[in-house]
Nanobody, 124 residues
Framework: QVQLVESGGGLVQAGDSLRLSCAVS????????MGWFRQAPGKEREFVAA????????NYADSVKGRFTISRDGAKNTVYLQMNSLKPEDTAVYYC?????????????????WGQGTQVTVSS
């Protein structure tokens, strides 16, 4: 059974940094595209970042471009989201997701496996 487990969320102040991790178990996802999404209270879940199976391609939402960085460690079957210069509007539950192909997608329905989410709260 495939499991994606996020960690690294928490309460921080505006301008601080956090690094989220997503550990995948149950199968190897080294060649699969991975993504991060987030859902703020009262809002729909939205795309944040994605990385291809080869790590050669990455995509970012305009709202996080230049502040967030997605990366992966194939040996650890883990994907990361480095979040810098955090803003109160980044407050949300962050979800890790996996595709069953190697190329990225910004669309959540293209992702087949999801984690349970980790809360990120940024105070002003």
């Amino acid at each position: 059974q495939v499991q994606l487990v996020e960690s690294g969320g928490g309460l921080v102040q505006a301008g601080d940094s956090l690094r989220l991790s997503c550990a995948v178990s149950g199968r190897t996802f080294s060649s699969n595209a991975m993504g991060w999404f987030r859902q703020a209270p009262g809002k729909e879940r939205e795309f944040v970042a994605a990385i291809s199976g080869s790590s050669r391609a990455t995509n970012y939402a305009d709202s996080v471009k230049g502040r967030f960085t997605i990366s992966r460690d194939g040996a650890k079957n883990t994907v990361y989201l480095q979040m810098n210069s955090l803003k109160p509007e980044d407050t949300a539950v962050y979800y890790c997701a996996a595709r069953d192909v190697g190329w990225t997608s910004l669309l959540e329905y293209n992702y087949v496996n999801w984690g349970q989410g980790t809360q990120v709260t940024v105070s002003s």
